[in-house]
């Protein structure tokens, strides 16, 4: 079935650790997008992807860094520059020129820095 | 700063009402309006957009929007429990597909 797949779910990471978190699609969809949210908050554009090799900064890019080598991926690591990485990491992808603007998100990967 | 403003509620409604969410945006620029529901603990999912004034309808809802005002509301008809969720407003802004998300009404829909 097509769709983003989210990889890990569910992750603790230590103070001071960069962690990584996995983004695939099967959608054939040129761009790419994270999402942070937090309890009781909207989503918060992190960073973008419109094409392979290129990328651009969201509202909060800082202390977050991506990569677009592949159509189909876009990892998102959180650096320890990161103040406060525990939140509920969305990714997200559309087809350029699509009618709707319509977002297509993975489940989700959910961060808790201990 | 462009914001996109939801009252947080929980906004309650007997199954069967009418259950009437709203949403101010301060982007007069902003040409394209996405409502999205969230469960508990899950991704959002689309479920209504809307690009011109008046009221956009699917099946049990109904968007409108207002530009001159910067007002978009999304009616749901024959609230059921299976709608209690959160819902998300969102509105375009600065360039294709790059989307203000307001931080979202919680719906309970109780029998």
């Known amino acids: 079935d097509g769709g983003i797949t989210q990889s890990p779910k569910y992750l603790f990471r230590k103070e001071g650790q960069n962690v990584t978190l996995s983004c695939e699609q099967n959608l054939n969809h040129d761009a790419m997008y994270w999402y942070r949210q937090d309890p009781g908050q909207g989503l918060r554009l992190i960073y973008y992807?419109?094409?392979?090799?290129?990328?651009q900064k969201g509202d909060i890019a800082e202390g977050y860094s991506v990569s677009r080598e592949k159509k189909e991926s876009f990892p998102l690591t959180v650096t320890s520059a990161q103040k406060n990485p525990t939140a509920f990491y969305l990714c997200a992808s559309t087809p350029q020129g699509g009618a709707t603007g319509e977002l297509f998100f993975g489940e989700g990967s959910r961060l808790t820095v201990l | 700063q462009k914001e996109v403003e939801q009252n947080s509620g929980p906004l309650s409604v007997p199954e069967g009402a009418i259950a009437s969410l709203n949403c101010t945006y301060s982007d007069r620029g902003s040409q394209s309006f996405f409502w999205y529901r969230q469960y508990s603990g899950k991704s959002p999912e689309l479920i209504m957009f809307?690009?011109?004034?008046g009221d956009k309808e699917d099946g049990r809802f109904t968007a409108q929007l207002n530009k001159a005002s910067q007002y978009v509301s999304l009616l749901i008809r024959d609230s059921q429990p299976s709608d209690s969720a959160t819902y998300l407003c969102a509105v375009s802004s600065g360039g294709y597909n790059k989307l203000i998300f307001g931080a979202g009404t919680r719906l309970a829909v109780h029998p």
């Open positions: 809307i690009y011109s004034n």
């Open positions: 992807s419109q094409i392979v090799n290129d990328f």
